[in-house]
T-cell receptor, first 117, second 115 residues
């Protein structure tokens, strides 16, 4: 299993450009999520999905869109990049809590380092 | 809402020293608690977890005990190695129902171990 994969590893954008960060998992996990990591702030949840066709907002959703057309893929779209979106982005997946899995271990991808100039 | 507070870093230790990283939390209900570790240039990986009060999670010589009375989940290791240098994150999840285990993270603690 490849686990959780993310592309690209690094990206530089100019203010106002758009782009899509890709995330895929091969563990048949129901739950997928996007976090951003900023110095001194830990990881903050951007958007999450509990299954194909179902997405919801996390703590910091503004400026980002997501969709979940398949179980495997969960892309994150930046509509009009801003310098405040300079960050490291992590995708994660886990089994859902339906079926009695109380401890939801999340598996993280290697991250995408995004710089917006 | 949920929140996690970790001790401020960075923490610098000599090899074979004792490590404690404090973590306290605020949450409704009965959360699950986690420690994740991030090695340089990598994503996060689960280090250990505990799902109910008085549970002890352990892995690779690290331990943490879920203390509901003090709302704490402090990470300890008796003898650190240079290879333990990393960023450590405490996190909680209110699993169950329809919450689907969304994680709330602390701010992270940078650990550097010198030979």
């Amino acid at each position: 299993n490849a686990g959780v994969t993310q592309t690209p590893k690094f990206q530089v954008l100019k203010t106002g450009q758009s782009m899509t960060l890709q995330c895929a998992q091969d563990m048949n996990h129901e739950y997928m999520s996007w976090y951003r990591q900023d110095p001194g702030m830990g990881l903050r949840l951007i958007h999450y999905s509990v299954g194909a066709g179902i997405t919801d907002q996390g703590e910091v959703p503004n400026g980002y869109n997501v969709s979940r057309s398949t179980t495997e893929d969960f892309p994150l779209r930046l509509l009009s990049a801003a310098p405040s979106q300079t960050s490291v982005y992590f995708c994660a997946s886990s089994r859902g809590t339906s079926g009695g899995y109380r401890a939801d271990t999340q598996y993280f991808g290697p991250g995408t380092r995004l710089t917006v100039l | 809402g949920n929140s996690v507070t970790q001790m401020e870093g960075p923490v610098t230790l000599s090899e074979e020293a004792f490590l404690t990283i404090n973590c306290t939390y605020t949450a409704t209900g009965y959360p699950s608690l986690f420690w994740y570790v991030q090695y340089p240039g990598e994503g996060l990986q689960l280090l250990l977890k505990a799902t109910k009060a008085d549970d002890k999670g352990s892995n690779k010589g690290f331990e943490a005990t879920y203390r509901k009375e003090t709302t704490s989940f402090h990470l300890e290791k008796g003898s650190v190695q240079v290879s333990d240098s990393a960023v450590y994150f405490c996190a909680l999840s209110n699993a169950g129902g329809t919450s689907y285990g969304k994680l709330t993270f602390g701010q992270g603690t940078i650990l550097t171990v010198h030979p």
